[in-house]
């Protein structure tokens, strides 16, 4: 097998992970990241299922269990923080996970993770991007943001939800990509605070909104905002400057109870301010020739699927094995690896979102109510504890490929 000269334009998780399985076969790897340095931020995350496995065959278990945070499980609370239902992790390594699942770690520790791990192999070009391409038979034509102009084998685009890479290789008359759900949300780091702990804690309040903390440091909490909205208004605010961003979410958060006005204090000085709506991309392809599209950029799930960085892990495991198994003929490798993945994401955007968002949002207080005493008894008859031990954590029936040759673990 000939080695291959390969662009990812992305450095976050999907990128890097790719670049693991593609240098460590021989392949010349470079990845361009539009931010000036490594971008080791961002909330906490998990891994899941199929996912973890992955981690596991990349040899990097260990390292991933030494950074996770300790988080004991998921509370709902009312205003004067009284618990009102509280649902523990399953951390037995066996059976189904809950909203705080066993591998939970911060997405800065992930990525530091993955870079160290590929730094030696791989060279990374912070603060440029591609600006455009051309396709020919046997190669992609490159140019960059600061001037130049290069050749690769391929070009993948692991650049997220908003991939420039995806809209480039669409038709100019393809349909909406998005699934649109009407769904913010937005985070932030905050000082910790004594009645902070170990517990993600989700509160309710009227009006389709929620706020969410979570501690993953003895220093530090994370503060979310999360609440619907479908008008052309607020999805045109979110592409505003992130100013006009916190003025909204103050306005629409401002006086809703349990510990959001902290909160709001702390997001006008916060220096981790994010904000995103929430969707599901979804595409008729993945690739188009020699460029291919991986993780968030190709098929984001969304974050209320919990399965993004999953995703992104098991697509970078089978796009490299499939690369590998058809280094000549890179489209039809692309085919195999579309052909493989696409039931296991079918899977992952095949989640009931409106159930999913009526109980999660709901409207009225009287609905909060019922939802905290049906959480309750769902705690008190352990139907958790039957999850746990009658379920298995894995997406449907899909079974992880076994590439020859490219598991680090053997």
């Known amino acids: 097998m000939a080695p291959l000269k390969i662009l ?19 392949h010349r790897v470079t990845i361009v990241e539009r931010f000036p340095a490594l971008r080791a931020t961002g909330a906490q995350i998990d891994i899941r299922a199929q996912g973890i496995e992955v981690i596991k065959r990349m040899g990097l278990i260990d390292i991933v269990r ?41 997405r800065g520790d992930l990525v530091r993770i993955l870079y160290d791990a590929t730094k030696e192999n791989v060279d990374y070009i912070f603060g440029v991007t591609v600006e455009s391409f051309e396709q020919y038979e046997d190669r992609v034509e490159v140019h960059f943001s600061d001037g130049r102009t290069d050749t690769f084998d391929m070009l993948v685009g692991a650049d997220g939800q908003g991939s420039r890479i995806r809209k480039a290789i669409q038709p100019a008359d393809a349909p909406e990509l998005y699934r649109r759900l009407g769904v913010y949300f937005s985070y932030w780091f905050v000082p910790r605070t004594a009645v902070d702990t170990n517990l993600f804690k989700f509160y309710h309040c009227p009006g389709g909104r929620a706020v969410v903390s979570r501690s993953h440091s003895p220093t530090e909490s994370q503060a979310y905002f999360v609440f619907k909205d479908d008008s052309e208004e607020t999805r045109s605010l979110f592409r505003a400057p992130i100013e006009q961003q916190k003025e909204f979410l103050e306005q629409k958060f401002r006086g809703a109870g349990w510990h959001t006005d902290r909160f709001i204090e702390g997001m006008k000085t916060t220096e981790n301010f994010y904000c995103q709506e929430i969707v599901q991309v979804r595409t008729d392809t993945w690739y188009k020739n020699r460029v291919v599209l991986l993780g968030d950029a190709g098929y984001c799930p969304s974050p209320l699927s919990a399965m993004g960085t999953t995703a992104s892990f098991v697509g970078a495991y089978v796009l490299a094995g499939e690369i590998n198994r058809n280094s000549e003929d890179l489209p039809q490798a692309f085919a195999n690896y579309e052909k ?41 008859l352990r139907i958790p504890q039957l999850i746990h031990k009658y379920t298995s954590d894995e997406v449907g029936d899909w079974k992880l490929p076994d590439y020859p040759g490219v598991r680090q673990d053997q």
Request: proline letters at 3%; charged letters at 15%; aromatic letters at 6%.
């Open 340 to 380: 493989t993945l696409r039931p296991f994401v079918d899977e992952l955007q095949n989640i009931n979102l409106k159930l999913l968002l009526g109980l999660g949002l709901p409207q009225t207080q009287l609905a909060i109510t019922i939802l905290h005493a049906a959480v309750w008894l769902f705690c008190f």
């Open 66 to 106: 030494s950074k996770l945070v300790d988080e004991e499980g998921v509370s709902m609370v009312d205003t004067n923080n009284t618990t009102k239902a509280t649902i523990l992790a399953n951390k037995t390594g066996k059976g189904g996970q809950t909203a705080s699942a066993e591998y939970e770690i911060m």
């Open 8 to 26: 990812i334009c992305g450095g976050g998780c999907a990128g890097p992970s790719l670049a693991f399985w593609l240098a460590r076969a021989g």
